[in-house]
């Protein structure tokens, strides 16, 4: 069974992995892997891919049960024993922009934000595997070491904006979106190169009233126009903007 121990940035815990240990890529296999929107942003950047490749090649999706949001996964190779598709025998192929999940290993971030609270409330647990040898290694760390070593800050700055939609939602009391907002979710989050081309066509900043400086940022700046996606979607879905355009 898996063992999980919370944590603060100041505990201390005892993990190294390193292509000379048993277990080496055994973590990286069988995973019901989530991408976050900035893990596929930086994935299909490395990839060269536009993000509707990276999607149809790469991913699945679903609507998630607990958040009633859309959900996309990491699709493993069925032919491989489940291997992640980005994995070689000498280990990550996309380490430098690897997931921010597999970044922080053998750590998860849990985040929540209570009403009224501008910032995350956070805290950690350390995942045990029973096939990890990593953590019979000497090398030591606090949390804020390891991520300061795996440099996860981004990955957790922009992961943090999905908080305000999750908690928009359950403030709403809505349990579900209709199709149509879930398609507008995964296009504005996950599928940015189709995004882009809509926010231009639609001209949707005037619904979302945006500097001009930022709205030419928005052409080339994937970081940028995601921050742009995550907002237009809390006002689209849950602040009452109206539709000016016609099928938007």
């Given at each position: 069974?898996?063992?999980?121990?919370?944590?603060?940035?100041?505990?201390?815990?005892?993990?190294?992995?390193?292509?000379?240990?048993?277990?080496?890529?055994?973590?990286?296999?069988?995973?019901?892997?989530?991408?976050?929107?900035?893990?596929i942003?930086?994935?299909?950047?490395?990839?060269?891919?536009?993000?509707?490749?990276?999607?149809?090649?790469?991913?699945?999706?679903?609507?998630?049960?607990?958040?009633g949001?859309?959900?996309?996964?990491?699709?493993?190779?069925?032919?491989?024993?489940?291997?992640?598709?980005?994995?070689?025998?000498?280990?990550?192929?996309?380490?430098?922009d690897?997931?921010?999940?597999?970044?922080?290993?053998?750590?998860?971030?849990?985040?929540?934000?209570?009403?009224?609270?501008?910032?995350?409330?956070?805290?950690?647990?350390?995942?045990?595997?029973?096939h990890?040898?990593?953590?019979?290694?000497s090398?030591?760390?606090?949390?804020?070491?390891?991520?300061?070593?795996?440099?996860?800050?981004?990955?957790?700055?922009?992961n943090?904006?999905?908080?305000?939609?999750?908690?928009?939602?359950?403030?709403?009391?809505?349990?579900?979106?209709?199709?149509?907002?879930?398609?507008?979710?995964?296009?504005?989050?996950?599928?940015?190169?189709?995004?882009?081309?809509?926010?231009?066509?639609?001209?949707?900043?005037?619904?979302h009233?945006?500097?001009?400086?930022?709205?030419?940022?928005?052409?080339?700046?994937?970081?940028?126009l995601?921050?742009?996606?995550?907002?237009?979607?809390?006002?689209?879905?849950?602040?009452?903007?109206?539709?000016?355009?016609k099928?938007?």
């Amino acid at each position: 069974m898996i063992h999980f121990q919370k944590l603060s940035l100041d505990d201390t815990f005892h993990f190294f992995c390193h292509p000379g240990i048993e277990c080496f890529k055994r973590c990286c296999r069988d995973l019901n892997q989530c991408l976050t929107p900035y893990d596929i942003l930086r994935l299909k950047k490395r990839l060269k891919l536009s993000s509707g490749e990276f999607l149809k090649r790469y991913t699945t999706h679903h609507i998630g049960p607990a958040s009633g949001l859309p959900v996309v996964t990491l699709k493993m190779l069925a032919h491989e024993n489940l291997n992640c598709p980005f994995v070689s025998k000498a280990g990550c192929t996309v380490y430098a922009d690897r997931p921010g999940s597999c970044r922080i290993y053998p750590l998860a971030r849990i985040t929540q934000r209570k009403p009224n609270q501008h910032t995350c409330e956070e805290f950690y647990i350390i995942i045990k595997e029973p096939h990890c040898l990593g953590f019979q290694e000497s090398k030591a760390w606090t949390v804020k070491e390891w991520k300061q070593d795996q440099a996860v800050a981004l990955y957790d700055e922009m992961n943090d904006l999905l908080m305000d939609i999750i908690s928009l939602k359950n403030r709403s009391g809505r349990r579900r979106l209709t199709h149509r907002e879930n398609e507008l979710f995964y296009l504005a989050c996950y599928d940015l190169d189709r995004f882009r081309g809509l926010v231009f066509e639609k001209r949707l900043w005037k619904t979302h009233p945006i500097e001009e400086e930022v709205i030419k940022a928005l052409e080339e700046d994937d970081v940028a126009l995601m921050r742009f996606g995550i907002e237009w979607i809390k006002g689209r879905l849950f602040g009452g903007i109206k539709d000016h355009h016609k099928g938007i």
